[in-house]
């Protein structure tokens, strides 16, 4: 048996653009991926904190260093630039790893440009460097 736990999180993501004519994922700059280990093309769910929506789909890096998270296909209908979103991957874990399993999170503010909170980081110090603090 394996237990379902919070792997990364990205909390108050800031929702850049909304491509309606793209397909569908949800395309995440690819140092705020980093910051907590989130990996290209794999499953997020995504709750809007704007209007109560939650969906599904596939991060795709953006390039580093815009802090872009973007809405592309049917994910465009469920946001709008501005809406703040929270981002998370799961992983499938052995219940004796549980107790002290600790997820990888960052709270962004500011437009994706500063680290309100990290919990938990295994990431560079130079990329630290490039957000404000």
């Not at 209007?51 to 390039?63: L, M, S, V």
Request: glycine fraction near 6%.
């Amino acid at each position: 048996m394996l237990v379902h736990l919070l792997r990364t999180k990205l909390l108050r993501a800031e929702v850049t653009a909304a491509r309606l004519d793209y397909e569908g994922s949800l395309a995440v700059d690819r140092e705020l991926m980093a910051l907590v280990g989130m990996l290209p093309y794999e499953k997020i769910l995504v709750g809007n904190l704007a209007n109560g929506e939650r969906f599904e789909t596939y991060a795709i890096p953006a390039p580093a260093g815009s802090r872009e998270v973007c809405l592309n296909g049917a994910t465009a209908h469920l946001g709008k630039p501005g809406d703040l979103l929270v981002i998370m991957t799961f992983a499938e874990v052995d219940p004796a790893r549980a107790p002290s399993w600790k997820p990888k999170t960052a709270t962004l503010a500011e437009g994706n440009r500063r680290i309100v909170r990290l919990e938990n980081p295994e990431v560079p110090v130079d990329l630290l460097t490039t957000f404000q603090r």
